[in-house]
C-alpha cells in the first residue's frame, strides 16, 4: 500500500470532474470527490468530518476481512505445536525438502480452515485502491484540497509534522494488538511492529495531511475493534469451559 501511494505520488494532480478522461479519474477517483463532497453537506461543509466519517464507513466495509484475519491468527497459534513438528520433520534446505514441508504445511492449514492470504495480504490489496482513489479525490478536488481542519489544510502536508508521528503511534499500536498472539511465535511479526510505524512517518512526512489523518482514523477504529473482537472471543471461552 505504502509503496502504491508513492508510485502514484507522479500521477496526474489536474482537477478531477466529469468530463476527466481516464478509467482511474473517470470511474474512481471523480466518484470518490462527489461521494466526499456530497457527505460534507450533512456536515455543513466541513470536509474534514466528512472524511473522518466515509474513513469509518469505509473501516466498516472491511469489518469481515478483519473478522476472518483474527480468526486465523487465533488458530494459527494453535497450531503452533503442529508447525514445529513439521519444521523438526523437515531440516534440510534443499528444494525438495522444502517443497514437502510446503505440501505440508497447506495440507494442515486446509485441514483447520486456515486461509494464510487474509493474514495480511488480502486486507491490504483491497484497502489500497479504496485509498489511492480516496487520495486523489481530495487533491485534484480543489474545494477538498483547499479546505482547513483544525490546525492544518487537508491538501498539503502539515507543517507541524504531529499528524505523521501520530500516525505512527497508532499503527503501532494497532499493530501489537492485532498481531500479539502471532508475535510469540514468529519474531519476524515482531520485527515489522517496529519497522511500519517508520514507513508511515516516512511517507506521510511530506504527503498531504488528509493521508496520516486517514491512518489515524482508521488505525483508532482498528485497535478499538481488535479489543473488542478479542474481548468477545474471550468471553465465548471463558463460557465454553465453565459450561464443560
Not at 503442529?82 to 504445511?105: C, F, G, H, L, N
Amino acid at each position: 500500500m505504502i509503496v502504491g501511494i508513492w508510485v502514484l505520488a507522479g500521477c496526474s494532480r489536474a482537477p478531477v470532474n466529469a468530463q476527466s478522461h481516464g478509467v482511474w479519474s473517470h470511474y474512481f477517483v471523480y466518484p470518490f470527490s462527489e461521494v466526499i463532497q456530497f457527505v460534507a453537506t450533512f456536515f455543513n461543509g466541513n470536509y474534514g468530518l466528512a472524511i473522518i466519517f466515509l474513513t469509518i464507513i469505509i473501516r466498516c466495509l472491511l469489518l469481515p476481512f478483519t473478522v476472518s484475519q483474527t480468526k486465523n491468527q487465533q488458530k494459527m497459534k494453535e497450531l503452533q505445536p503442529e508447525m514445529k513438528r513439521i519444521r523438526e520433520k523437515y531440516q534440510s534446505k534443499d528444494r525438495e525438502t522444502q517443497t514437502k514441508m510446503q505440501q505440508e504445511v497447506m495440507a494442515l492449514y486446509q485441514k483447520h480452515g486456515v486461509n494464510p492470504v487474509s493474514m495480511g495480504c488480502l486486507p491490504l490489496l483491497i484497502q489500497m485502491p479504496i485509498l489511492l482513489a480516496f487520495y486523489y479525490a481530495i487533491i485534484r478536488t480543489k474545494e477538498i484540497s483547499a479546505h482547513n481542519f483544525l490546525w492544518f489544510n487537508l491538501g498539503t502536508p502539515d507543517h507541524t509534522h504531529i499528524l505523521p508521528i501520530i500516525a505512527a503511534v497508532t499503527t503501532f499500536i494497532q499493530y501489537k494488538i492485532i498481531n500479539r498472539q502471532l508475535e510469540q511465535v514468529n519474531p519476524q511479526i515482531q520485527m515489522m511492529g517496529y519497522i511500519m510505524p517508520l514507513i508511515i512517518v516516512f511517507s506521510a512526512w511530506r504527503l498531504s495531511a488528509v493521508l496520516p489523518m486517514y491512518w489515524i482514523v482508521g488505525n483508532i477504529f482498528m485497535t478499538i475493534q481488535s479489543l473488542v473482537i478479542n474481548r468477545r472471543r474471550k468471553d465465548i471461552q471463558t463460557t465454553a469451559n465453565s459450561n464443560s
